[in-house]
């Protein structure tokens, strides 16, 4: 009886830590705060290869501990629009030197997340083929908790 109970146990858990998991993606949108040559402007895609970029990107961060906000102002916001017309929000930073932030806008979660290291690489790729994308420069700031 006690091997069921755990088996129950270790579905249910494995399904509620899977249930985060950002799926059905069928565009992303981007919009720049700022480029090299004017200050904003927008980007739609709805090829696999950058939907999967991006979605692996979420669904690959890992949460910060606490209510971490970033000062520094973010390279772009996206959004992931997913089937039925459901939209999540993010902020981005990715800089120079190979450090990559989301931050998840309301109404769903907002906590910060930590990008890992193959999607920081895989979005400075991303990036560096556009002209006119400045990533940010120095270290990326964030709020001090008292």
Known sequence: MKKVYLL??????ITACSSDKIKDVERVE??????KVEKAKNEFFDNENTVDMFVESVNNAEELDGKQIIK?????????????D?????????TEDG??????LLPD???TFKL???SV?????FFKEKENVRLISGAIEFEKND
């Open 72 to 84: 520094t102002k973010p390279l772009l916001s996206f959004s992931l629009g997913l089937k039925d």
């Open 30 to 35: 981007l919009f720049y705060w700022e480029t």
């Open 116 to 118: 890992d290291n193959q």
């Open 99 to 104: 450090e990559g932030y989301i931050q998840g």
């Open 121 to 125: 690489a895989t979005l400075i790729k």
């Open 8 to 13: 129950f146990f270790s579905i249910f858990l």
């Open 86 to 94: 459901i939209t999540k929000k993010y902020h981005l930073w990715i």
């Open 109 to 111: 979660s907002n906590g």
